[in-house]
């Protein structure tokens, strides 16, 4: 079937699904309501429990680096969230009961976070006592008051240790309502936050016509963190993962920590992030690199890694390329549709030193990709605590590697529906550093790379070259099927 071109509004509906900030987005303007929970259960749940369940390692440490902040007095927004439009007036008892159910179906969203001595530790309210509660902000003529607004109270009622630590927006209009969700990064992932668009539409539109709701089949975060503490206690210093993680960390040094070229940022210097979004491939295109990639016993993530290896090798000339990659660690049907922080890391390592094209390259990528996914299962803080490396670890946060992402947007429930829903996935992670980390995105437009790295001229013209090198591999495999590499010294 021959691909239809998409248009620049299409376009730009499509970018919307990648991980954006609120101030990139108009938001109509009309009357404003916040959604919030009753707090009166929490600390009703504080008192009546002496001692909470564990948190899951990711959790944890970002417990322990959002206090590290606080206590120098540079706490930041740490949230990520997503908005959506509703159509006709806001039936608002059927949204009140909307929220209320999705409360009782995800066991994370009626948790809370405590510090006890000097341990972190959860509590959780029973599903009957949730309350939601709701209250007129006021009314809107202009969007940049608007959008500040929002940005504000999101910002004031997502600290970690609120409780709750998310909360809902609405922005009613006669003919539709924006509804913008936000909740501290504790509680959910990237996938999370997408497939919630879909659920809610589905939820509201079961209240409001009287449906019963089902929640069977979707799991609990807070037993997927007690699940994964008891098997990362089985795991020792003689694990493979640990073993696996141990070479790779001696053999890559320093270098793990740095972009290929230079980004303008001295030594311990940590800067406000800059971000490029970049469509590297269209929808031909990246089916025809995954059709080469498949030849070879690879798939789509392996010529990704490839090209970015092929770059990174001939900027440097080391033959062997190193990288972390996030990876879902939801190995269970019930936690597929489950809000919660379902990822792992796993490390990358692409030797290229026989390599003579990127055909070459894939299926030593698409081994790597196998192997960084197992190993991801085994908590990094674990492998960390064992290795005796947490202190440096936790110094490092958030940018503890810089890491390559991948993830297929259209495997998403609803998100064809997503242009119809005006749909967006919300990030407000006041970030700064001085590492480079990308995201990648296949969506039924073709491949979009998100980079975030510090807010330099250096690093903006650093980063967009390498994207743009990257982005001439992969238009060669393509084109032709292949990319021969050209030696060290040779420009692209």
């Known amino acids: 079937m021959k691909a239809v071109p998409f248009t ?119 599903p009957a006592a949730v309350s939601v509660e709701d209250r007129v902000v006021g009314d809107f003529t202009s969007d940049d008051d608007l959008r500040a607004c929002l940005q504000q109270r999101i910002d004031d009622a997502t600290g970690a240790f609120s409780w709750p630590s998310y909360v809902v927006e609405t922005v009613e209009r006669a003919e539709s309502t924006t509804v913008v969700v936000g909740m501290d990064h504790a509680h959910t992932d990237g996938f999370s936050i997408m497939t919630a668009v ?33 098997a990362a206690r089985e795991v020792d210093a003689d694990h493979p993962a640990v073993g696996h993680w141990a070479r790779f960390i001696e053999a890559g040094g320093d270098r793990l920590l740095r972009f290929p070229l230079d980004l303008g940022v001295a030594e311990g210097e940590v800067l406000p992030h ?53 990876a879902t660690t939801r190995t269970r049907r019930e936690w597929l549709r489950s809000m919660g922080w379902y990822i792992g890391v796993g490390p990358i390592e692409i030797d290229l030193g026989a390599a003579d094209g990127f055909l070459d390259v894939v299926p030593g990528a698409h081994e790597s990709a196998r192997t960084a996914l197992r190993l991801s299962r085994v908590p990094i803080a674990r492998v960390a605590e064992l290795l005796g490396i947490e202190r440096e670890l936790e110094r490092r946060m958030p ?50 790379l998100t980079a975030r790295y510090p807010a330099t001229r250096t690093a903006d013209a650093s980063v967009a070259c390498y994207v743009d090198r990257v982005r001439e591999v992969l238009h060669s495999v393509a084109k032709t099927g292949d990319y021969l590499l050209r030696t060290e010294g040779e420009t692209a």
Request: charged share 25%.
């Open 399 to 448: 940018e503890v590697f810089p890491f390559i992402s991948f993830a297929d947007m259209r495997v998403v429930p609803g998100i064809r529906h997503w242009p119809e829903w005006d749909a967006r996935p919300l990030v407000r992670m006041s970030t700064s550093g001085s590492k480079v980390n990308i995201w990648t995105h296949r969506t039924d437009e073709g491949l979009w």
């Open 198 to 230: 879909g659920e809610w539409q589905d939820l509201y539109a079961a209240v409001a016509a009287g449906r019963p709701v089902e929640h069977g089949g979707v799991g609990s975060y807070v037993d997927y963190g007690v699940a994964e503490r008891t």
């Open 8 to 126: 620049g509004h299409q376009r730009e509906l499509i970018k919307g699904m990648l991980m954006t900030t609120l101030a990139e987005y108009r938001v109509r303007p009309g009357r404003l309501r916040e959604w919030s929970l009753d707090d009166a259960p929490f600390r009703e749940a504080a008192r009546s429990v002496e001692r909470g369940t564990p948190l899951s390692y990711n959790q944890e440490w970002h417990l322990k680096f959002v206090t590290a902040l606080a206590e120098r007095g540079a706490g930041v927004p740490q949230w990520m969230g997503f908005r959506f439009e509703l159509a006709g007036t806001l039936d608002v008892e059927a949204f009140r009961e909307t929220v209320r159910t999705w409360v009782e179906r995800h066991e994370t969203l009626r948790s809370g976070f405590r510090v006890v001595g000097t341990t972190a530790e959860r509590i959780t309210v029973d």
């Open 274 to 326: 800059a971000k490029q979004d970049v469509l590297l491939l269209d929808v031909l295109e990246a089916d025809a690199v995954e059709e080469a990639c498949r030849e070879v016993g690879g798939g789509f993530l392996a010529g990704l890694l490839s090209a970015l290896a092929i770059v990174a090798h001939q900027i440097t000339g080391e033959q062997v390329y190193r990288t972390v990659m996030p």
